[in-house]
């Protein structure tokens, strides 16, 4: 726990103007972002006497090393580089509203040639319509059944589609009438997009228009004595009814706006988000939070407004915007929203009428959405400090671990040798922080050797990395003692994957999340004694003494500790086994997956793989004309150059490359074991054509030996 007097800067280094500030942690992690009309009464609240501070403004100050600040020129500057910075740095003390779930979006996916309808959760994309959110995916769908009767637009996706244009016969719903089948040309491209456009502009509320049109037309087919027409169209006017009616109208007045109410306590606040448009509501959402600080409800209402409309432009951003309490100030928020839009925005309190009622309705969803996320996180917040208590307490540890690494060997047969690290932070598993390894300092099968390279290689980059920032207890230097043990990091540290090039993603002046910046308290292994001792082999050579080590042994789920003669016997209804067991299985999941798809990506290479600027469609091609790469081996130079695309250089690259190549082990059939043979007689090799796979070698005992 460090003093916040040991940081704090003297109160006229800091700038009486606007600006940004970070607190950052011992290990340079940004864990606290704020914005401030004045730098230096905001930051002076901060180093105050302890006792007079929020709960958690008091852990964030302890947890923080040091403050720094950008000064900026106006406040709206301000508030859009703290939105920036938020979203960069995750900082773990900021309020951050996150879903409680995925909310379905109607989408209409207007960059595509034939815009399709569907539903659509996530980030959105450029070039799509989104309607919503809804709460439910059926609630689309419904209304997507309803419209399509009236609005006959592509629902198929891709492969359907392409399959009909193929085969020139439309699927079930062209039909019977639900879509116009683009497909197979029954309307033009232009058509189609126009039917899109037109779904589009009825679900943004422009529905008088569309129904007065379906009556006139339904009117005049009667006059006509078009009766069967004017019975379908009197059906579609029904649809469109039956449509509206989901969306009751809350605003006589046809307004589009967004209503956003707070409901908080002490700890927590839930915020509901009613998006209405043409006075009918089209979609709702809700967030929850922990108060990490003494908080207003117009500091709530102002992080809400920064997570709704951070990354929305245009029409996304309502002409009205309606809370329960107003930020202080409100005038930057409000720029902030008009530059968003790209026109004025009224943020305001309803006082009166039709919308102070509704947002009354939106406080009790609020209200109603606290209560359950109390009542639903109780048990499980609960639940995972008891396990971190118990691992604590069984494994003599002065803290509860609050992150957790976990690391494990797979391999079949002692190829394609990999080790995966997963982490856990306060007791949830951190998938972003996931990393794998290609095991190569030696070959074939020894998981005890394997885990002792793993665990150097991960905190070795960590001590690159601190020695990089100055990150030392003692203020110095790496001595040439621990330089000679560590040696140069080196320039492949990892296998495939985001981390890969790790020795570009240093960015400790930034503080952008880094590779194996920051230590765990416990790591756990996959194994019994002897994997573990090679944990701590590797930690006590790096000079690393304050990370516990563990193993977590499969048979008899027991817990192994270094220089420890009998295991640790946790009780299995322990909720510290069981979070070990959830980290350790992880881990294994995480390592099996990857070994299994380096082992695939082995069996489908070909000789043609290796040659230089010779891509996908190329290689196909050369396949196709050839037929298999024995007969390419065997053409000369003018034969390759028949193939389209093929020029002389790439011929004589390609045949030099296959010349060199040795020919791969004969391809076995796994059932009988006899040896394939292709149409010329000659046995296959498993270097066959890209992306055809074949089995060479050993049966695959997957499920005994596949580690």
């Known amino acids: 726990m460090a003093d916040p007097s040991s940081y704090r800067p003297r109160p006229g280094d800091i700038p009486d103007s606007p600006g940004v500030y970070r607190f950052r942690d011992e290990h340079r992690r940004v864990i606290y972002v704020g914005k401030a009309k004045s730098l230096r009464q905001r930051l002076a609240n901060y180093f105050q006497d302890l006792a007079n501070l929020h709960p958690r403004t008091r852990s964030m100050v302890t947890t923080a090393a040091s403050v720094e600040w950008t000064v900026v020129s106006t406040e709206v500057e301000a508030l859009q580089l703290e939105y920036s910075w938020i979203k960069e740095y995750d900082p773990r003390f900021n309020v951050k509203y996150r879903d409680d779930k995925s909310y379905p979006y109607l989408a209409v996916t207007m960059n595509e040639d034939f815009p399709r309808v569907q539903v659509m959760r996530g980030h959105k994309k450029k070039g799509v319509r989104y309607f919503g959110p809804y709460a439910h995916a059926w609630a689309i769908r419904d209304t997507v059944d309803l419209l399509l009767r009236v609005f006959p637009v592509r629902t198929c996706s891709a492969g359907v589609f392409k399959n009909a244009t193929r085969t020139g016969r439309p699927c079930l719903l062209g039909y019977i009438g639900k879509c116009s089948a683009p497909c197979v040309e029954r309307v033009s491209a232009e058509e189609h997009r126009e039917l899109a456009e037109e779904f ?11 129904i007065r049109r379906l009556e006139k037309r339904m009117t005049e087919a009667a ?3 078009e009766y069967e027409r004017a019975a379908r169209l009197r059906d579609d006017i029904e649809a469109l009814k039956k449509a509206m009616e989901k969306n009751a109208v809350v605003l006589a007045d046809a307004t589009d706006a967004d209503l956003i109410a707070v409901a908080e306590d002490e700890l927590e606040a839930a915020v509901q988000i009613f998006h209405v448009r043409g006075g009918r509501v089209r979609g709702q959402r809700g967030w929850v939070t922990d ?64 919308k102070k009622a509704l947002m009354e309705t939106v406080q009790r969803n609020a209200q109603q959405s606290l209560v359950l996320h109390k009542t639903r996180r109780a048990s499980d917040l609960t639940t995972r400090s008891r396990a971190l208590e118990e691992i604590a307490e069984a494994l003599c540890l002065d803290s509860a671990p609050l992150r957790i690494e976990c690391y494990d060997i797979s391999h079949l047969q002692g190829d394609d040798v990999v080790a995966s690290m997963v982490v856990f932070e306060d007791g949830l598993a951190r998938k972003s922080e996931y990393r794998r390894f290609q095991i190569k ?30 990150e030392w207890t003692d203020g110095d230097q790496l001595g040439d003692g621990l330089k000679e043990r560590l040696g140069d990091p080196p320039a492949e540290a990892l296998g495939n994957g985001p981390a890969a090039a790790l020795g570009n993603g240093l960015k400790d002046e930034e503080g ?35 990370i516990a080590v563990c193993g977590l042994a499969k048979r008899l789920e027991e817990v192994w500790l270094p220089a420890e003669e009998d295991p640790v016997v946790l009780p299995r209804t322990s909720e510290g086994l069981y979070l070990l067991q959830r980290v350790r299985d992880e881990a294994h999941r995480f390592a099996i997956t990857y070994q299994r798809s380096k082992r695939a990506k082995r069996l489908r290479s070909s000789p043609l793989d290796d040659v230089p600027g010779l891509g996908e469609t190329r290689k196909q091609a050369l396949i196709k004309h050839f037929g298999s790469v024995k007969k390419l081996r065997a053409a000369t130079i003018d034969q390759i150059r028949e193939v389209p695309g093929i020029g002389r250089k790439t011929a004589e690259t390609v045949a030099a490359a296959l010349a060199q190549a040795v020919p791969a082990a004969p391809a076995v059939n796994t059932a009988t074991g006899e040896i394939m043979e292709d149409e010329d007689g000659a046995p296959e090799t498993a270097a066959g054509a890209p992306g055809e796979p074949v089995t060479a070698g050993a049966p695959d005992r997957r499920r005994g030996q596949d580690r």
């Open 512 to 546: 952008r999340p880094k590779r194996f910046a920051y230590p765990p308290q416990l790591i756990v292994v996959d194994g019994g004694r002897p994997q573990v001792a090679a944990a701590q082999r590797a930690l006590d050579e790096l000079g690393i003494d304050d």
């Open 291 to 354: 108060k990490v600080e003494e908080i207003t409800t117009g500091a709530l209402v102002e992080h809400a407004l920064q997570q709704l409309y951070g990354e929305e432009s245009g029409d996304a951003v309502p002409k009205e915007v309606l809370v329960p309490a107003l930020p202080d100030p409100v005038e930057p928020v409000q720029e902030w929203l008009a530059g968003r839009r790209g026109a004025q925005v009224s943020l305001r309190i309803p006082q009166r009428g039709d």
């Open 441 to 470: 300092g030696f070959r074939g099968q020894d998981d005890v050797r394997s885990m002792h390279e793993v665990i150097t290689r991960r905190f070795r980059r960590y001590l690159a990395e601190k020695e990089k920032t100055g």
């Open 223 to 225: 006059e006509e004595m």
């Open 200 to 210: 589009c502009d009825f679900m943004t509320g422009r529905t008088g228009t569309y």
